[in-house]
């Protein structure tokens, strides 16, 4: 005959109260973090901010523009390329800080600037 298992429930468990019990009040608030981010790819000054730091290409890759970073002057193709805010857009975790995310993230393009992913990886570490 086998061991016997004792099977307990965990009582530090999280309550899911939103989304008709899928979500945690973390996990609800990290989905509309992630929508807002998603469709603030697509705001206009954003993609003013691209545009201005952006040339044709030089070489025949496979990239018809690149990108130039504020910080390090060099250029890089589109997908190492980052919108960042010069003030940061901050935490969403409540209802509360909603209209300051919403303020911040949708901001005109005076404040906001393209780098590198390396240097907006320095950047952001920097603002924690």
């Known amino acids: 005959m086998g061991k016997s298992r004792t099977v307990t429930k965990r009582s530090t468990r999280v309550a899911r109260t939103r989304g008709a019990g899928k979500y945690t009040e973390s996990q609800f608030w990290g989905m509309i973090r992630a929508a807002l981010r998603d ?22 890759g496979k ?24 003030v940061p857009v901050g935490k969403l975790s409540c209802i509360e800080d909603l209209e300051g995310f919403v303020d911040r993230l949708f901001c005109e393009v005076e404040g ?17």
């Open 112 to 128: 906001l600037v393209c780098l590198c992913s390396e240097c907006h990886l320095k950047i952001t570490k920097n603002e924690e």
């Open 63 to 86: 990239y018809r523009y690149e990108y130039k970073c504020a910080i390090c002057s060099n250029y890089f193709p589109g997908e190492k390329i980052e919108v960042h805010h010069k």
């Open 39 to 60: 469709k603030s790819r697509y705001w206009p000054p954003t993609v003013l901010c691209k545009k201005l730091a952006r040339r044709k290409t030089t070489g025949y």
